[in-house]
């Protein structure tokens, strides 16, 4: 056991933190976020440069081959900074499936684009789609809604059946209506009637699971990072906020709130390094569990810290101006995103949960 | 990052297990896996048991004569004690007095007394709260004055768990009521339970069991070499103590077991099963958080305040899931059973101690620290407010 980051990821660390910090203060997000494709052109680039965009994949398809630790120090930087870019469906989401469930040339020529930021790809997780052969490739026939990030997609990648397939935006028969997100982003709900792939555009299923899950430990990275600086806010407003001639903070009342966020904070924070270090876990069914726990856990804590934080900071904190309105509807958002908290306790109850009713002694 | 326990640490574990199911008592099993309250003897046979294998103190380092366990191994080895599930090794003994005798203790108290600490030939009490001193301890009562070769106690001490076992208690009395602060006129006392003038009196808890006394002592004359620390510095000897009691143990494995019995009780019932994962899921990643304050204790000996994090939170959820096994029973568990009714057959879940364990747990979330003092800790030290 060994919780330290080496020096590599802290030095990973520190860049995406001062890029963050530099680039992406709060007064800026509303700018940001007013751009024609709803977040900053500039800043996506600046995070292909820095190869964030290119960290998860493997080195045969030009990536640099990290591991969920190095997604985690990205996803708390992009949960503390609230960013607007499509990482989480473009490169985690999509770029996971892709990498893992395309064939190798068909995988590395769709991520050179998606690592410089050209192509924005998507992918969806819910939908009724129909695959039928038919000559020369196959038709796919259906619907898929809130898919993450559709709205500025070039490519989709889509379940059908027992497989995923990679799907052009401008393919023949393929209808997007995108929309904005209440915390950020955006999405869109597709049609699809006839729409023609070849065989070179099948995803392995397995992938689509692999590429939810890494989109799960992801958002839980994201919330730690959400979490600990509404935190943070929340504890320094506790401190300087003066009524009734003193700091609103020596009132107990105020602190056992306050602890009791920080008990939440940090189940947040392990549920990030559970989730990053389950993308190493080989057994399907471990990682099918853990994941449903870590999300499971993640909508909660944070809808607790969203709500809390608000109401600590007062009238301020109920503003469109103030920072910790905004984390409220991330923290919101991202409880609800791939799989809500009451899903994720059905299919961790439908898995048989961690323990086994058998007496722990007859456990070899 | 990694939280895989070595190879060797994996070894250990199937070693503990292998140990407990070789050597633990079937009837004491059998209690533990009911919830039963074993007897004096069986908790004593196996701590004897844990002290022939060199771990019954494992918390003690080699130079107390402990086995000098790793933060790692120690925290497999309890483990594995609460899935089993086995008795603790007795905390009054292992948790508490000994780590205070072996750092705060003459060469002599540790001679007479660590030893048959770690075996229970002696059972230990604890003397601390009092009627006007429960999370203030250090409003306490009890005095002590000098007399010759002994101090003279005299007051009453409130809620000594299995006290009427006990042959000694660890005691903390005032010695210098003009201090010119209270926690300053405060010592640290052993005291021979068969002395004259002390009085053990039951109280009887909320699930209708034995459990806890209250101790009179009037006029009990204690040999002046039984005072550990300096006259009056007590208060130092008891932060100690409690710091050890808060190193950080969230008793993951004892909430497991009440999932196992809810599985047993309500396996098919899909309503039970969500409300089931509701605290594994919580209590998975209580795990990791256990494991992270593990990683960063390895090699140092002082408390992380975050442990206050761990208490809260692990209370919380073992007080969840003895009640929703008390929900999983279903009326059926309101019948009032004798702990020392017969065994049924062997796969039968006992109901019977299901509704007093349930009403008894919800002292996890006073002993050693209430929630709310817990909480103002996590506030004052974690967030520096107040």
Same mark, same amino acid.
């Given at each position: 056991?060994?919780?330290?980051?080496?020096?590599?990821?802290?030095?990973?660390?520190?860049?995406?933190?001062?890029?963050?910090?530099?680039?992406?203060?709060?007064?800026?997000?509303?700018?940001?976020?007013?751009?024609?494709?709803?977040?900053?052109?500039?800043?996506?680039?600046?995070?292909?440069?820095?190869?964030?965009?290119?960290?998860?994949?493997?080195?045969?398809?030009?990536?640099?081959?990290?591991?969920?630790?190095?997604?985690?120090?990205?996803?708390?930087?992009?949960?503390?900074?609230?960013?607007?870019?499509?990482?989480?469906?473009?490169?985690?989401?999509?770029?996971?499936?892709?990498?893992?469930?395309?064939?190798?040339?068909?995988?590395?020529?769709?991520?050179?684009?998606?690592?410089?930021?050209?192509?924005?790809?998507?992918?969806?997780?819910?939908?009724?789609?129909?695959?039928?052969?038919?000559?020369?490739?196959?038709?796919?026939?259906?619907?898929?809604?809130?898919?993450?990030?559709?709205?500025?997609?070039?490519?989709?990648?889509?379940?059908?059946?027992?497989?995923?397939?990679?799907?052009?935006?401008?393919?023949?028969?393929?209808?997007?209506?995108?929309?904005?997100?209440?915390?950020?982003?955006?999405?869109?709900?597709?049609?699809?009637?006839?729409?023609?792939?070849?065989?070179?555009?099948?995803?392995?299923?397995?992938?689509?699971?692999?590429?939810?899950?890494?989109?799960?430990?992801?958002?839980?990275?994201?919330?730690?990072?959400?979490?600990?600086?509404?935190?943070?806010?929340?504890?320094?407003?506790?401190?300087?906020?003066?009524?009734?001639?003193?700091?609103?903070?020596?009132?107990?009342?105020?602190?056992?709130?306050?602890?009791?966020?920080?008990?939440?904070?940090?189940?947040?924070?392990?549920?990030?390094?559970?989730?990053?270090?389950?993308?190493?876990?080989?057994?399907?069914?471990?990682?099918?569990?853990?994941?449903?726990?870590?999300?499971?856990?993640?909508?909660?804590?944070?809808?607790?810290?969203?709500?809390?934080?608000?109401?600590?900071?007062?009238?301020?904190?109920?503003?469109?101006?103030?920072?910790?309105?905004?984390?409220?509807?991330?923290?919101?958002?991202?409880?609800?995103?791939?799989?809500?908290?009451?899903?994720?306790?059905?299919?961790?109850?439908?898995?048989?949960?961690?323990?086994?009713?058998?007496?722990?002694?007859?456990?070899? | 990052?990694?939280?895989?326990?070595?190879?060797?640490?994996?070894?250990?574990?199937?070693?503990?297990?292998?140990?407990?199911?070789?050597?633990?008592?079937?009837?004491?099993?059998?209690?533990?896996?009911?919830?039963?309250?074993?007897?004096?003897?069986?908790?004593?046979?196996?701590?004897?048991?844990?002290?022939?294998?060199?771990?019954?103190?494992?918390?003690?380092?080699?130079?107390?004569?402990?086995?000098?366990?790793?933060?790692?191994?120690?925290?497999?080895?309890?483990?594995?004690?609460?899935?089993?599930?086995?008795?603790?090794?007795?905390?009054?003994?292992?948790?508490?007095?000994?780590?205070?005798?072996?750092?705060?203790?003459?060469?002599?108290?540790?001679?007479?007394?660590?030893?048959?600490?770690?075996?229970?030939?002696?059972?230990?009490?604890?003397?601390?709260?009092?009627?006007?001193?429960?999370?203030? #301890?250090?409003? @306490?009562?009890? $005095?002590?004055? !000098?007399?010759? %070769? *002994?101090?003279?106690?005299?007051?009453?001490?409130?809620?000594?768990?299995?006290?009427?076992?006990?042959?000694?208690?660890?005691?903390?009395?005032?010695?210098?009521?003009?201090?010119?602060?209270?926690?300053?006129?405060?010592?640290?006392?052993?005291?021979?339970?068969?002395?004259?003038?002390?009085?053990?009196?039951?109280?009887?808890?909320?699930?209708?069991?034995?459990?806890?006394?209250?101790?009179?002592?009037?006029?009990?004359?204690?040999?002046?070499?039984?005072?550990?620390?300096?006259?009056?510095?007590?208060?130092?000897?008891?932060?100690?103590?409690?710091?050890?009691?808060?190193?950080?143990?969230?008793?993951?494995?004892?909430?497991?077991?009440?999932?196992?019995?809810?599985?047993?009780?309500?396996?098919?019932?899909?309503?039970?099963?969500?409300?089931?994962?509701?605290?594994?899921?919580? #209590?998975?990643? @209580?795990?990791? $958080?256990?494991? !992270?304050?593990? %990683? *960063?204790?390895?090699?140092?000996?002082?408390?992380?305040?975050?442990?206050?994090?761990?208490?809260?939170?692990?209370?919380?959820?073992?007080?969840?899931?003895?009640?929703?096994?008390?929900?999983?029973?279903?009326?059926?568990?309101?019948?009032?059973?004798?702990?020392?009714?017969?065994?049924?057959?062997?796969?039968?879940?006992?109901?019977?101690?299901?509704?007093?364990?349930?009403?008894?747990?919800?002292?996890?979330?006073?002993?050693?620290?209430?929630?709310?003092?817990?909480?103002?800790?996590?506030?004052?030290?974690?967030?520096?407010?107040?």
């Amino acid at each position: 056991m060994n919780l330290d980051l080496s020096d590599d990821q802290r030095m990973l660390k520190d860049s995406v933190e001062r890029l963050v910090s530099e680039r992406y203060p709060f007064e800026k997000r509303a700018e940001h976020a007013a751009e024609p494709r709803g977040f900053s052109e500039a800043m996506w680039e600046e995070m292909a440069e820095l190869g964030l965009t290119a960290l998860p994949f493997g080195e045969q398809l030009g990536g640099l081959g990290l591991g969920g630790v190095e997604m985690m120090i990205v996803g708390e930087a992009v949960g503390r900074g609230l960013l607007l870019e499509p990482y989480l469906s473009s490169i985690v989401l999509a770029g996971t499936a892709i990498a893992q469930g395309a064939e190798d040339g068909e995988a590395a020529a769709r991520l050179s684009a998606i690592m410089t930021g050209e192509t924005v790809a998507a992918l969806a997780d819910h939908a009724t789609i129909t695959a039928s052969v038919v000559d020369g490739g196959v038709r796919l026939d259906g619907a898929a809604t809130m898919v993450l990030g559709g709205d500025q997609a070039a490519l989709f990648v889509l379940p059908a059946g027992n497989s995923g397939w990679m799907v052009s935006a401008d393919a023949p028969g393929l209808r997007v209506r995108g929309y904005r997100l209440h915390g950020g982003g955006g999405a869109a709900d597709l049609t699809l009637e006839g729409v023609r792939v070849g065989a070179e555009a099948h995803v392995a299923v397995q992938a689509m699971t692999r590429a939810i899950e890494a989109g799960i430990a992801f958002l839980a990275a994201e919330a730690a990072g959400a979490t600990r600086a509404a935190l943070d806010l929340t504890v320094g407003y506790l401190k300087t906020r003066e009524q009734f001639g003193k700091p609103i903070g020596s009132n107990q009342a105020l602190q056992h709130r306050a602890a009791e966020l920080l008990v939440e904070v940090e189940q947040a924070s392990s549920a990030a390094i559970y989730a990053a270090l389950l993308a190493e876990e080989y057994d399907p069914a471990e990682r099918a569990r853990g994941t449903a726990a870590v999300k499971a856990v993640i909508g909660k804590v944070g809808r607790f810290v969203a709500q809390q934080t608000v109401q600590l900071h007062g009238g301020i904190g109920v503003s469109e101006e103030h920072i910790i309105s905004h984390y409220f509807r991330r923290l919101t958002a991202i409880g609800m995103l791939l799989g809500g908290t009451d899903a994720q306790l059905k299919r961790l109850a439908d898995l048989g949960g961690f323990t086994r009713p058998r007496a722990h002694l007859d456990l070899a | 990052m990694d939280l895989r326990f070595t190879a060797e640490e994996e070894a250990f574990r199937r070693e503990v297990r292998a140990f407990i199911r070789d050597n633990l008592d079937p009837v004491t099993h059998r209690k533990m896996v009911d919830g039963r309250v074993p007897t004096k003897d069986e908790i004593v046979a196996w701590q004897r048991a844990l002290n022939r294998r060199g771990w019954a103190t494992p918390s003690w380092p080699k130079e107390a004569g402990g086995p000098g366990f790793s933060a790692a191994e120690r925290y497999i080895f309890l483990d594995e004690l609460h899935q089993a599930p086995a008795p603790e090794p007795l905390s009054f003994n292992v948790g508490m007095i000994g780590p205070v005798i072996h750092a705060f203790g003459t060469s002599a108290q540790k001679e007479r007394f660590l030893a048959a600490t770690a075996n229970i030939d002696i059972w230990w009490a604890q003397g601390f709260s009092e009627q006007s001193a429960g999370s203030d #301890l250090a409003a @306490l009562r009890t $005095t002590a004055r !000098r007399e010759g %070769d *002994a101090y003279v106690v005299d007051g009453h001490k409130l809620w000594q768990g299995m006290a009427h076992h006990a042959d000694w208690m660890f005691t903390l009395v005032r010695t210098d009521p003009g201090a010119p602060k209270r926690q300053m006129g405060i010592s640290f006392l052993l005291i021979d339970l068969r002395s004259p003038g002390i009085t053990i009196r039951p109280i009887v808890t909320l699930d209708g069991r034995h459990e806890v006394n209250e101790v009179f002592l009037d006029e009990v004359r204690v040999p002046l070499d039984c005072l550990v620390g300096a006259e009056n510095a007590g208060w130092d000897v008891t932060k100690f103590l409690l710091s050890n009691e808060r190193t950080g143990i969230a008793r993951i494995g004892m909430t497991k077991h009440l999932i196992r019995r809810v599985k047993r009780l309500a396996g098919t019932d899909e309503a039970m099963m969500r409300k089931a994962a509701a605290i594994e899921a919580e #209590l998975k990643i @209580l795990e990791i $958080t256990q494991l !992270r304050i593990l %990683d *960063a204790q390895q090699g140092s000996n002082t408390p992380d305040p975050r442990s206050s994090v761990l208490k809260l939170k692990g209370v919380e959820l073992r007080q969840a899931a003895s009640e929703l096994l008390l929900e999983a029973a279903g009326p059926k568990a309101l019948e009032v059973v004798g702990d020392d009714e017969p065994f049924g057959s062997g796969d039968d879940e006992w109901l019977g101690t299901i509704m007093p364990n349930y009403a008894i747990l919800r002292a996890a979330s006073i002993y050693g620290g209430s929630s709310e003092v817990q909480k103002t800790i996590v506030a004052k030290t974690l967030l520096g407010l107040g």
